[in-house]
């Protein structure tokens, strides 16, 4: 990872993209001192709130045809390529992401941009590695109850079927909830951790 030294310290260029369709919501807040944090110990940053972009998050013919890409998608994809840390912030909705979120990776994570199968394989080069990601996700349900009984399957979609397949590693994930019961304390306790993982990133 290409990293500039400032002050005896390394420094990153980051992207957060913000996953929650709301206008406001506790992931925004997240986002909101993930970035204050970040740029306050120097790091590059740049977000992308994808309840402020307009684009069509159906993929209508799956990777038949590629649908063109409205001017949202092309600046989203160029940030992704400026990027070498992808933080990404969204909430655990039955099990996994929100679909205004689920449809921004079918649009912009397409072939010949994050990954390409070779010729008569079933392999595939990954065309974003060098890039590292971390997730906050925020839940109603106790991270531990995710973890055993569902078995995380929103994470491991986005760590092992998305951003991995793609070339994104290390993929660190912070889990939060539940959100709906908590505590002022909390709530802080939480904000907290995410402004020390922003200072140091990655």
């Not at 420094?11 to 909101?32: E, Q, R, V, Y």
């Amino acid at each position: 990872m290409s990293k500039k030294q400032q002050g005896g310290t390394l420094k990153n260029k980051i992207l957060i993209i913000l996953g929650h369709p709301a206008k406001d919501s506790f992931c925004k807040s997240i986002a909101n001192e993930y970035r204050e944090a970040a740029s306050n110990a120097g790091h590059e940053v740049k977000l992308i709130n994808l309840a402020e972009l307009a684009f069509d998050p159906i993929l209508h013919e799956g990777y038949n045809v590629i649908q063109p890409l409205e001017p949202d998608l092309i600046n989203a994809q160029n940030s992704i390529l400026w990027a070498e840390h992808i933080v990404w912030i969204y909430p655990n909705w039955w099990g996994a992401m929100p679909a205004l979120l689920k449809g921004f990776i079918d649009r912009v994570f397409i072939p010949g941009f994050a990954f390409k199968y070779r010729d008569n394989s079933n392999l595939w080069d990954k065309l974003l590695g060098g890039k590292s990601a971390q997730l906050y996700v925020t839940m109603d349900s106790p991270p531990w109850y995710y973890r055993w009984f569902t078995k995380m399957p929103g994470h491991k979609q986005m760590k092992l079927a998305i951003l991995n397949f793609c070339g994104i590693s290390p993929v660190k994930i912070s889990s939060f909830g539940p959100v709906k019961s908590a505590s002022d304390i909390q709530i802080e306790k939480w904000l907290r951790a995410v402004r020390h993982d922003a200072a140091q990133s990655v």
